[in-house]
């Protein structure tokens, strides 16, 4: 009985780790650090517009945002690098032109891995927001901001962000490593997304603030201690963690959640629809954490039938993977506080 158990659990580690290799490499911290184009409407029908796009290996993505053609250039263009981007400021006259009903696009997004986040605030108080991305890079601006727009456009968002966060992907993964039995995990699960939605609201709302360094920080340790606690598992030790998941699970939601609320500061809220927006972001956090886990216990059970032959002391790629990597981040991300 223990070679057949200690066979399943061979099993389900190599799906895992099989899951783990899988998530893409431009996924490989949480940082949501998209191109973006904001575009604010003044008096008289001018436009201030900032560009921003990423710099990977010393340079500037080839992305180009193409505007509607009424727009008239005035003055000079300003550049400027900022930690990690160049960031460009362009002003426009209308000539007595609307925004509303115009299209925008990016060039060259067909061919580069990364967003485009297009935020648009209009003399009206009209407040736009969407992700742009290769298949999907053109965006008209609607004649009037509908609830069903907003609440669609912000789940979208917090479901990608949360696909594309593999820091918190790989603790939601080692809680299912620990974590025993359904219910468990389920409570586990609630706890998790309870303490996140709490610090998500308050951080985005101003009401609570830390400093994105020291959060992202503790996010990746967080993810370590994890990782020694399936290793303690699997050596027989009773951790904290499967103990007690759900306080486990809720001490360190507190903190993804502000991680959450960062990626939400960067994409912005609308002032006219903040609880809208808010729940639909969480929303779309929550259904991206479904979909991980569905397919990671579907993963499992497919495995699982599987006649592998995995060998003595596979069950240690798992934990050891996780550690590093997350250890890894840690080590960057204090490092990025001095």
């Keep these: 009985m223990k070679s057949i158990n200690s066979l399943c659990w061979h099993k389900q580690l190599f799906a895992l780790f099989v899951l783990l290799?899988?998530?893409?490499?431009?996924?490989l911290s949480d940082e949501f650090s998209p191109a973006l184009?904001?575009?604010?409407?003044?008096?008289n029908g001018w436009l201030d517009v900032t560009w921003k796009v990423p710099v990977r290996q010393n340079r500037g993505l080839s992305l180009t945002p193409v505007l509607p053609d009424f727009l008239q250039a005035v003055g000079p263009v300003t550049t400027k690098q900022v930690p990690g981007a160049w960031v460009q400021h362009f002003t426009y006259q209308t000539n007595?032109?609307?925004?509303?009903?115009?299209?925008l696009s990016i060039d060259g997004l067909a061919s580069v891995q990364t967003d485009v986040l297009i935020r648009i605030s209009l003399q009206d108080g009209s407040q736009y927001s969407t992700i742009l991305r290769a298949g999907n890079d053109t965006y008209?601006?609607?004649?009037?901001?509908?609830?069903?727009?907003?609440?669609?456009?912000?789940?979208?968002m917090g479901t990608i962000h949360i696909l594309e966060g593999a820091d918190h992907l790989l603790f939601v993964l080692a809680l299912l490593l620990i974590v025993s039995g359904l219910?468990?995990?389920l409570k586990a699960v609630t706890a998790f997304t309870v303490a996140h939605?709490?610090?998500?609201?308050?951080?985005t709302l101003g009401l609570v603030n830390l400093?994105?360094?020291?959060?992202?920080a503790i996010i990746a340790l967080s993810i370590v201690f994890l990782a020694v606690e399936i290793i303690h598992k699997h050596q027989g030790k009773l951790g904290v963690t499967e103990r007690w998941p759900w306080m486990i699970a809720f001490i360190f939601g507190l903190f993804h959640g502000l991680g959450f609320?960062?990626?939400?500061?960067?994409?912005?809220?609308?002032?006219?629809?903040?609880?809208?927006?808010l729940f639909m972001f969480n929303v779309g956090v929550e259904t991206g954490q479904l979909l991980f886990i569905a397919a990671v216990l579907s993963l499992m059970a497919l495995i699982k039938q599987l006649p592998l032959n995995i060998p003595q002391g596979a069950w240690r790629i798992m934990p050891y993977s996780i550690g590093s990597v997350a250890a890894f981040w840690t080590i960057e991300r204090v490092t990025t506080m001095f």
């Design 197 to 203: 939605s709490i610090t998500l609201v308050l951080a």
């Design 140 to 156: 008209t601006v609607p004649e009037h901001a509908t609830k069903l727009g907003v609440a669609t456009a912000y789940w979208g």
């Design 96 to 103: 007595g032109q609307t925004l509303t009903g115009a299209t």
């Design 21 to 27: 290799i899988a998530i893409p490499s431009t996924a």
């Design 211 to 216: 400093p994105s360094s020291p959060t992202e």
């Design 261 to 277: 609320a960062g990626a939400l500061s960067e994409i912005g809220v609308p002032q006219h629809e903040v609880p809208l927006a």
């Design 37 to 43: 184009l904001q575009i604010n409407e003044r008096d």
């Design 183 to 185: 219910m468990p995990l």
